[in-house]
């Protein structure tokens, strides 16, 4: 059989060549980073939980007309998605202060926020993705200011679906990033969601007790990561509600 080439190997994924021109195909990894990768661990099983929590999200994205670059799940850690040309930009939604906004602006983390804040962060391990304004976006070309209206506009769809959805299984979308890539058809383009939704890109809090069931159960050492996500899939229906987290977690096909 012949090997795959490698497109891209990030901290939590690796890209290949898609089987077909203009495909790639997605390999999700075990490996848990924070605080810019000066964190890692190795946690069985996350790979498979975020492609599948994954796979759902962006599948309800693509059933309501939010376009995403999903095609189809290979296999337990692998999904088809159309390459694109990535915006270098994390647009993040916050609804609730938490995380770095609480402590910029000297908040009380989980403070409801009087409407969803949109920002941009320039996408560079290097310089630790910082915080940028459209202005520094449009004076260094990297989005037209109708890319960047597009991109609020599904962010903020995106913001919509996912807190209706946590909100029916008594969780609190508190926050979320998402990436954008560029498409065309010809001379025309368009904006579509890319990368992944899942735990590890946004912070989900229980409603009622405020337990954290997202990345900051790794970067705070509050518990088992795997459990965390278990549990976000078990509540959305993504893997059987009696199942438990033991090693590679067996999720439904």
């Known amino acids: 059989m012949a090997r795959r080439k490698k497109i891209y190997e990030g901290k939590a994924k690796i890209l290949y060549e898609g089987p077909e021109p203009g495909t790639i195909v997605q390999y999700f990894k075990d490996d848990a980073t924070a605080f810019n990768a000066e964190k890692r661990q190795v946690i069985e099983g996350k790979g498979v939980l975020n492609n599948r929590l994954s796979e759902f999200f962006m599948t309800g994205l693509n059933a309501i007309g939010v376009p995403t670059h999903f095609i189809k799940r290979l296999n337990m850690r692998e999904q088809l998605v159309r390459a694109v040309e990535i915006i270098p930009l994390e647009i993040v939604v916050r609804n609730v202060a938490a995380g770095s906004l609480a402590k910029r602006l000297g908040m009380e983390e989980g403070a409801d926020l009087p409407r969803p804040i949109v920002e941009y962060y320039y996408k560079d391990d290097k310089l630790g993705d910082p915080l940028v304004t459209e202005e520094h976006i449009a004076a260094f070309g ?112």
Do not use: H
């Open 142 to 253: 990297w989005a037209s200011q109708a890319d960047m209206d597009d991109m609020v506009a599904l962010a903020l769809r995106v913001n919509d679906y996912l807190s209706g959805l946590m909100y029916g299984v008594g969780i609190k979308l508190v926050d979320f990033k998402i990436e954008v890539g560029r498409v065309y058809d010809g001379d025309f383009q368009r904006l579509i969601v890319a990368d992944e939704i899942s735990p590890d890109s946004c912070r989900l809090w229980d409603m009622e007790t405020g337990k954290k069931l997202d990345k900051d159960v790794f970067r705070r050492d509050l518990g088992n990561l795997a459990d965390a996500y278990t549990e976000v899939a078990q509540r959305l229906g993504v893997m059987p509600k009696q199942a438990t987290q033991m090693g590679k977690p067996r999720l439904i096909n």
